[in-house]
């Protein structure tokens, strides 16, 4: 269900409406919202006393900071080949790789892997598989 706030100059004529003696169910059926929602403009008035929507305050603040957020840069100046790991053990305390990709985006930067780069050594499935085909053709 998508929630809509509602306008301010309804607000104003539900108020005026509770003003005149009007019950919550009649403003609720001519304002066209629940009944809920119109006893709300007026309890949001009472504690606020204004009639703006209230702002999106919830969820989860984020953990980059403004003086994270220039050691991050200075230090990508300073090294700008360093791994995502490694920015993230510099910083004032440990990040995962992740976070720090999702900041370097957000400041605009990008980390691009090396795909052209090779492994130290092959992987277990691959000598897994390597091993097998080995030992097939003997």
């Not at 990709?101 to 980390?111: P, V």
């Amino acid at each position: 269900m998508l929630m809509r706030a509602i306008p301010v100059p309804l607000r104003k004529r539900i108020l005026e409406l509770y003003e005149r003696g009007k019950s919550t169910q009649e403003i609720a059926q001519f304002s066209g919202f629940c009944v809920a929602a119109v006893r709300r403009v007026r309890q949001q008035f009472r504690e606020r006393r204004t009639l703006e929507p209230q702002t999106h305050r919830c969820g989860r603040k984020t953990l980059l900071t403004e003086e994270r957020k220039q050691r991050l840069q200075r230090r990508l100046s300073e090294q700008p080949d360093a791994t995502l790991a490694e920015l993230g053990a510099h910083l004032d305390r440990p990040f995962r790789t992740s976070t720090i990709d999702l900041w370097l985006r957000r400041l605009g930067w990008k980390y691009k892997k090396n795909s052209g780069r090779r492994r130290a050594r092959a992987s277990r499935h691959r000598r897994a598989k390597g091993a097998l085909a080995s030992g097939v053709g003997r």
